[in-house]
């Protein structure tokens, strides 16, 4: 079993900045990659970012230049720092690991961007 503990969401004005974690934990024996997706109101949910085990990253060409996702892989923790967010950001993000146990997601996390 894996559980996925997510913390960093919040309300900004457009053009702040917030920074998300998520910690994974469990007798996990590999995590084959990390990531984030976002769902807002009447959307589907939709990737955001993710990074593998072997550091590559990917990113939502609506996000690339602004986001940035990292990982302590010691930790089994993944962050995504966001900077000038958009009220377009808005959504519920979530947590999401693949690991030997299959996928988990995490509980999500509110992020609102308004002014």
């Known amino acids: 079993q894996v559980q996925l503990v997510e913390s960093g969401g919040g309300s900004v004005q457009p053009g702040g900045s917030l920074r998300l974690s998520c910690a994974a934990s469990?007798?996990?024996?590999?995590?084959?990659?990390m990531g984030w997706y976002r769902q807002a109101p009447g959307k589907q949910r939709e990737l955001v970012a993710f990074?593998?085990?072997?550091?590559?990253?990917n990113y939502a060409d609506s996000v690339k230049g602004r986001f940035t996702i990292s990982r302590d892989p010691g930790k089994k923790t993944v962050f995504l720092q966001m900077n000038s967010l958009k009220p377009e950001d808005t959504a519920v993000y979530y947590c999401?690991?693949?690991?030997?146990?299959?996928?988990?997601w995490g509980q999500g996390t509110q992020v609102t961007v308004s002014s």
């Open positions: 469990g007798r996990i024996l590999s995590i084959y990659n």
């Open positions: 990074v593998t085990s072997a550091g590559t990253t």
């Open positions: 999401n690991t693949n690991t030997n146990f299959g996928t988990t």
